[in-house]
């Protein structure tokens, strides 16, 4: 082959590549630093891959040590986003303007906590509310040990309770909404900030009963029973339906992200949280790791909190 036919055959596939969209890379660099919940996780770590695929310049670190340690980093100012399952707390609040840490609150999106036992377990067909608070309350520790003292008719077996550590938000939530009070729990428990060590406990002991995030759940279904739960109008298990139209009582909750506001001037840390809250990202990175999107009105509102970076907090209580 002549040079000049080489030339030709090299442009054309040059050219043709450019034809289809070969993804240029970006000009961003830099490290993002984000910590926190390990149900948001999936989340962010979900975005962060896409987004470094787009700009492989730009590191993302995604780390996971529950809500409340990731808060502790995000008000000394170590981290630049922190990832949520409940909103911040007024102590949180507080530590972060004694640092002179602004933020920026992020609602992305909506969780339904999924209560799980082992598949093996043939007798649960559902819980109350009030069964799960007879479960999980204060007085509980090392009184409420057998599936017996549950339901009459259960099996008189001993039962094993596995569950987020006292860092995590979903240990903050859960106990709120089905104790009555943050932080009220019986402590005699397997606890883990990391839901993938509840997952493969619950998976591994029959007698076992467990809450987490419910894409921990959609990740091991072949591993996992999910128990419906019973607030008064009939048991309902967590779905898209349920939880996006307030059904599923009273384990529904939203998520967050925390965005440092200094942080939020670089333009990689700009351009991320912006990839975040696209509307097609949400949507499709959201569902594929088992979470449900916000509605795209919420999206927006979210996209507009950052882009005038509205500082404070809408949910702290």
Not at 15 to 23: H, Q, T
Not at 68 to 96: H, M, N, Q, W, Y
Not at 159 to 169: K, M, N, Q
Request: net charge negative; glycine share 8%.
């Amino acid at each position: 082959m002549k040079w000049w036919h080489y030339l030709a055959v090299v442009l054309s596939v040059l050219l043709l590549a450019s034809c289809k969209g070969a993804p240029t890379p970006s000009g961003l660099s830099g490290t993002i630093s984000v910590d926190g919940s390990s149900t948001v996780y999936l989340i962010t770590e979900a975005m962060a891959e896409e987004f470094q695929k787009l700009n492989p310049n730009v590191r993302i670190t995604v780390g996971i040590s529950g809500t409340g340690g990731g808060f502790r980093k995000f008000c000394s100012g170590e981290i630049d986003i922190v990832d949520a399952s409940r909103p911040i707390k007024p102590p949180e609040l507080e530590t972060c303007r004694k640092n002179g840490i602004e933020f920026i609150e992020l609602k992305v999106a909506f969780d339904g906590l999924a209560v799980v036992v082992n598949p093996q377990n043939d007798w649960v067909d559902y819980l109350t509310v009030e069964e799960l608070k007879r479960i999980w309350e204060p007085q509980a520790q090392q009184k409420v040990t057998r599936w017996s003292q549950v339901r009459q008719g259960w099996p008189d077996k001993e039962l094993h309770l596995y569950g987020p550590g006292v860092d995590s938000g979903t240990y903050d939530y859960f106990t709120e909404a089905i104790v009555g009070k943050s932080g009220s729990s019986r402590g005699d428990f397997q606890a883990s900030e990391d839901d993938n060590v509840l997952v493969q406990g619950v998976a591994s002991d029959p007698l076992a009963l467990g809450y987490f995030g419910l894409a921990y759940y959609e990740e091991n279904a072949d591993k996992l029973k999910l128990v419906p739960i019973d607030a008064g109008e009939g048991p309902v298990l967590p779905s898209y339906e349920t939880v996006i139209k307030g059904i599923y009582k009273p384990l529904s909750r939203p998520l967050f992200i925390y965005v440092n506001k200094s942080s939020a001037e670089r333009p990689e840390v700009q351009a991320f949280v912006e990839f975040y809250l696209n509307p097609q990202n949400a949507e499709k990175l959201v569902k594929e790791v088992g979470y449900i999107p916000l509605p795209e009105e919420e999206l927006r509102k979210s996209l507009e909190r950052f882009r005038t970076r509205t500082v404070g907090s809408e949910y702290a209580r």
